[in-house]
């Protein structure tokens, strides 16, 4: 189906007479952004309490050589007090934070936002005692617990930047970050349960703690009880500490443009990078786009199924609800366990009225059955997101029709880990939506669809090409942890005076957005980012292999899988049991999100004269559609193709 015969689908009229925004409030705003943006970002400062009003709105540029990003630069504030303080007087007993377990046979939790304050403090005194100050770096490798989010608040009531490592990352990934962002602590836990099975955290964290500094210390919370090895020097036992840790600590006052965390994230080229995020301007942007991309209102139940340890969790599980006095839940399990209705048995429960999740997991879901979720009473949900991918049409329609009972506006959320908030979506009472569309952009966001090789801005509609945006929003990441030039590299210099978001899209003759894909060597594997790069570094790190070109293949499930071309060393036979040794040893290198789904012998690969690999024609091969090659006229052995064709993997 072309996207001009996409089916629309227009805002309720309850959705409209709800929401925050609507059409003509959406018009009025955005046009507003567009033409006073100095005015339009100095009203939505407001969102946030500050200790030190700003008088400076942004000051930014975009130039290669020069690129600077700063927003309300003179304030100061604490993102703590935020998320926490200033909501005591009013919900101080109101519920923060709804944890579900991952077994639904073990007790959920409601932590009011006094409990949030007094949990937090505890867990800042803690650090402030193990030497932690502003400025410093603290790793966080939990499981999802309110710890985490506790943990989280602490870093940011001391100043202290945190770096989350989801837990599903190995222990060599573990030690680059804290190498990466030489960290002083790493907060863990014993074991993270997760579909009834229990990731052994603590001694994952020994292990990388043997390739970090010796000074580093490890605050291990007790979640299962279970036995972990103990380093009397180092560790720190944080279930036990908390018994004694005062309950109150004043927030330190950051400056607005104080990074607040790195996050690191996949590109196309070399090791995953670290991201940076500020104090001021991220905490506004992800308050407002929390509260109007899904429309919440006080006393709404909001869950976000996504996991800390990726951006979705820093901004809409955490630091977004918590700065609009939100009731956040927070799932420790899988959709899948005990069975494949515990997502909407969750819903049900709680009551949730806001649901966001991951096109893959709604995939998962539906290959289960409506069954499951028939079973569930659905009709708290008011609001559906989905975030991470593209999402395509049929499980658009499932979660439209079988999950939303048809009444819930789907919107689908665009942005990265690098916008820190969504830059792309539907609003709920605003916009009309298209099964599969990104649609508006959020207020200040001025897309621009480029013409790839020329980048020649394309102005009219229908449009395809590469994605940037013209002009910077508070959300926006500051630099990349330790190397600005890479950051001016990396998003600056492939067009100029543009961010260049490395997506491909499309807009429809309405206007409309549709995000393509990724247009560079990153792929998309569950909603989980991932260098192709960095498979490849991690497979000829293993003895037997000479080379290594990995590429991204459509998968029913997954979005996309990761498909490797392998050449052995002189005399290594291929086998079946190498196979598999080499996929454990990506899931040991990176962590099982990286488990290669399909590794291919490659006697050779496809290279030209100059001995670059092309990798378009491993991507056709890997698709299983190598009717149309284009021009192999420049390899250095063409005979190379036909070999892979007919060993290919995927039939
Ligand atoms: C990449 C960013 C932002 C949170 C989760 C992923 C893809 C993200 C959508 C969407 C189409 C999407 C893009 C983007 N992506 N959301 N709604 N429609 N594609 O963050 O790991 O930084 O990945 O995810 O390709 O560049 P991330």
Known sequence: MSHAEAKIYPPSADA???AHVDAAAYERMYSASMSDPEGFWREQGKRVDWMKPFTQVRDVDFTLGNVKINWYADGELNVSANCIDRHLEKRGDQTAIIWEPDSPDEAAKHITYKELHAETCRMANILRDLGVTKGDRVIIYMPMIPEAAYAMLACARIGAIHSIVFAGFSPDALAARVNGSEAKVVITA??????GKATPLKANADKALKNCDASVKCLVVRRTGGDVAWDD??????????KNAATTCAPEPMNAEDPLFILYTSGSTGLPKGVVHSTGGYLVYAAMTHEITFDYHDGDIYWCTADVGWVTGHSYIVYGPLANGATTLMFEGVPTYPDASRFWQVCEKHKVNQFY????????LMGQGREFAEKADLSSLRILGTVGEPINPEAWNWYNEVIGGGRCPIVDTWWQTETGGHLMTPLPGAHATKPGAAMKPFFGIKPVVLEPTTGEEITTNPAEGVLCIADSWPGQ?????????????TYFSDYKDYYFTGDGCKRDADGDYWITGRVDDVINVSGHRMGTAEVESALVAHDKVAEAAVVGYSHDIKGQGIYCYVTLMNGEEPSDALRTELRNWVRTEIGPIASPDMIQWAPGLPKTRSGKIMRRVLRKIAENDFGALGDTSTLADPSVVDELIA???NR
């Open 477 to 489: 990441m500051r630099t990349v942890w330790g190397d600005h030039a890479r950051f001016e590299q």
């Open 647 to 649: 060993n290919r993997m």
């Open 357 to 364: 999740t991951a096109p893959t997991a709604i995939r998962a």
């Open 233 to 242: 020097a180092r560790d720190r036992d944080y279930t036990a500490l908390a």
């Open 16 to 18: 409209e007479a709800k």
């Open 190 to 195: 014993d074991f993270a349960p997760r579909g």
